[in-house]
Nanobody
Framework: QVQLVESGGGLVQAGGSLRLSCAAS????????MGWYREAAGKQRELVAT???????TYADSVKGRVTISRDINKDTASLQMNSLKAEDTAVYYC?????????????WGQGTQVTVSS
């Protein structure tokens, strides 16, 4: 049973910072991709940032320059450092991982953590 457990959400004032963390546990061969998506009220889930096993990083245009994603391969964790937060960053942030099960890969999602930025 694979689990993605997020931590680090909360309430912050505009201009502030938050750090989200995600830990993958369970049985899998490797983490192919890990990252975050977010879902604001009334909107579709959208990419925030992802990082692959080869350290290829993708950022949404809306967060470029304000967000940094990193991962610890040995601990099966990833972190998202968010700076200069804006009210429009308010959303539920979901950890995402594509895991290698040797003969197939599968996508997993965390339960989500609320990030609220007050203006």
């Amino acid at each position: 049973q694979v689990q993605l457990v997020e931590s680090g959400g909360g309430l912050v004032q505009a201009g502030g910072s938050l750090r989200l963390s995600c830990a993958a546990s369970g049985t899998f061969l490797a983490i192919l991709t890990m990252g975050w998506y977010r879902e604001a009220a009334g909107k579709q889930r959208e990419l925030v940032a992802t990082i692959t096993h080869s350290n290829r990083i993708t950022y949404a245009d809306s967060v470029k320059g304000r967000v940094t994603i990193s991962r610890d391969i040995n601990k099966d964790t990833a972190s998202l450092q968010m700076n200069s937060l804006k009210a429009e960053d308010t959303a539920v942030y979901y950890c995402y991982a594509r895991l290698d099960h040797e003969v197939y890969y599968e996508d997993y999602w965390g339960q989500g953590t609320q990030v609220t930025v007050s203006s």
